[in-house]
């Protein structure tokens, strides 16, 4: 098997190249385990499937197929953490998720959360609910719009892309209580100038503005000893499936011993050695696990509690 050399993607050069169209991605979706009336939040790279007849928007039709009227489908639309000006609800700066969330956003009905460094757009019943107030509670964290779509039994679909870009996993570390969750970090901004949806300019403060998560893909062969992930491949693109909720226990439980778990060890990462030093001794968190038998923004006013 032929992977990416990009730890973000994830597909199989093995697999024939050919053009996939709405009928193989709703097939495909639906063999993975996404179903009628889902709620889900989606990150997608179209690269990793080789080819997709009309692009993006076949994605995006395939998931509303499936997942019918009464269904949700979410995408994050982050920018970089280092973005200068100021922000502007009714034009964002490029985000880096990919060209899924960009048509998202300007899709008929679709709405979008205003939020200065870690906007999603929604599209579905219970789009008003999950974007409600987001500048006002974490960017990605507790309450934020995928928090809400796990409580109300979303899922997460990860189409060619691998951990890495999983939102979700950020919202299990808030309720981990990792202790790096949270702590300003000299090089992410505490808060940025943001023009609202009416017009006003506003403070926005960013306290819980999540880091980095080149280091996510430690909790795959957790999920799969769990049976809480499901896999399969939709032309090139390897896809995965999970409840949002499950995934979020699960990370709570995978960071219970050791809360530096899930932080990476690559030599340029310039968040993790940072983040570490919060962490515990880690000689005695090894000997935790070791002993363990596995189982398997605010107008500077405040933020909502």
């Known amino acids: 098997m032929t992977v990416s050399a990009d730890p973000r993607k994830d597909f199989d050069l093995s697999v024939p190249r050919h053009p996939v169209d709405r009928v193989e991605l709703v097939t495909g979706l639906r063999h993975l385990g996404l179903e009628l009336d889902d709620r889900v939040i989606v990150h997608a790279s179209l690269s990793s499937f080789g080819i997709v007849d009309g692009g993006a928007r076949t994605v995006i039709e395939a998931v509303l197929e499936v997942i019918g009227t009464q269904g949700t489908l979410m ?84 189409l060619g892309v691998t ?54 893909h430690k909790i795959d062969p957790f999920l799969i000893e769990l049976g809480a992930i499901s896999f399969g491949l939709i032309g090139q693109a390897r896809c995965r499936l999970m409840r949002a909720q499950a995934l979020i226990d699960a990370a709570v439980e ?42 398997a923004c605010t107008q500077v006013v405040q933020r909502k509690e």
């Open 75 to 158: 995408a994050p639309h982050y920018f970089s953490p280092h973005y200068e000006g100021v922000y502007d609800h009714h034009a964002p700066p490029p985000t880096y998720t990919g060209t899924v969330p960009r048509v998202l956003r300007t899709w008929s009905g679709a709405v979008f959360s205003f939020h200065p460094s870690h906007p999603v757009a929604v599209l579905g019943k219970d789009a008003e609910h999950l974007i409600r107030d987001h500048y006002l509670v974490s960017a990605a964290g507790k309450d934020s719009p995928p928090d809400r779509l796990a409580k109300i039994g979303g899922k997460v679909l990860l």
């Open 254 to 295: 995978f960071l219970r011993l050791d809360p530096g778990s899930l932080l990476c060890d690559q030599p340029d990462c310039y968040y993790c050695p940072w983040a570490m030093q919060f962490l515990p001794d880690r000689a005695q968190v090894t000997q935790q696990v070791e002993e363990w038998p596995p189982v």
């Open 163 to 216: 951990q890495w870009v999983n939102t979700m996993i950020h919202v299990g570390e808030a309720y981990a209580g990792v202790p790096y969750w949270g702590q300003p970090h000299p090089d992410r901004r505490r808060g940025r100038w943001a023009i609202t949806p009416d017009g006003r300019r506003v403070w926005v403060v960013l306290p819980e503005t999540p880091g980095d998560s080149a280091g996510f």
